[in-house]
T-cell receptor, first 114, second 109 residues
């Protein structure tokens, strides 16, 4: 089954404690992206990757890091989480960077930073 | 400023009561307009892509249309299982994808 898998799905952590949200897709997609979804603000892009070893900032990259060492994986790293990073996070992928509007989304990771 | 606005924010329908959702945009140089469905606690699910004014796409009770400045998602004879938040996203020629805030649709039996 084609899917984008995120882990963990739910996480409560404390300010400053480094965490990683993993994302893996099994569709051999070139393009991957991270979004956060907040009430009243909609989906906002954090980082994206056009292919292996190619990453770039989205609209709200501050406080986040990513890496793309393998085609299937695109982890999101919060080096020192703060309460304003409490949000619902989605990883998404598409077949290529030429068609980044047709996205497959993961189920989401709900993060709470105390 | 490139912007995507969806209306209404919320829509309540009776089963069988047809209606339309609107997505208006001010991006320059449209590359594509995309509709998604999002169920509570789930990630958005891709529905349609529209590329040029006059284009239409259909899937079951849903029909998406596109003009030069807006898109409509028409829902014909909706059923309770059509209840969800519908998101539109616009991609401009520079490649950036901008999501609207969504319309929360509730269909009562």
């Amino acid at each position: 089954e084609a899917q984008v898998t995120q882990n963990p799905r739910y996480l409560i952590t404390v300010t400053g404690k480094k965490l990683t949200v993993t994302c893996s897709q099994n569709m051999n997609h070139e393009y991957m992206s991270w979004y956060r979804q907040d009430p009243g603000l909609g989906l906002r892009q954090i980082y994206y990757s056009m292919n292996v070893e190619v990453t770039d900032k989205g609209d709200v990259p501050e406080g986040y890091k990513v890496s793309r060492k393998e085609k299937r994986n695109f982890p999101l790293i919060l080096e020192s989480p703060s309460p304003n990073q409490t949000s619902l996070y989605f990883c998404a992928s598409s077949l290529s960077g030429r068609n980044t509007g047709e996205l497959f989304f993961g189920e989401g990771s709900r993060l709470t930073v105390l | 400023e490139d912007q995507v606005t969806q209306s209404p924010e919320a829509l309540r329908l009776q089963e069988g009561e047809s209606s339309s959702l609107n997505c208006s945009y001010t991006v320059s140089g449209l590359r594509g307009l995309f509709w998604y469905r999002q169920d509570p606690g789930k990630g958005p699910e891709f529905l349609f892509t529209l590329y040029s004014a006059g284009e239409e796409k259909e899937k079951e009770r849903l029909k998406a249309t596109l003009t030069k400045k807006e898109s409509f998602l028409h829902i014909t004879a909706p059923k309770p299982e059509d209840s969800a938040t519908y998101l539109c996203a616009v991609q401009w020629r520079g490649g950036k994808l901008i999501f609207g805030q969504g319309t929360e649709l509730s269909v009562k039996p």
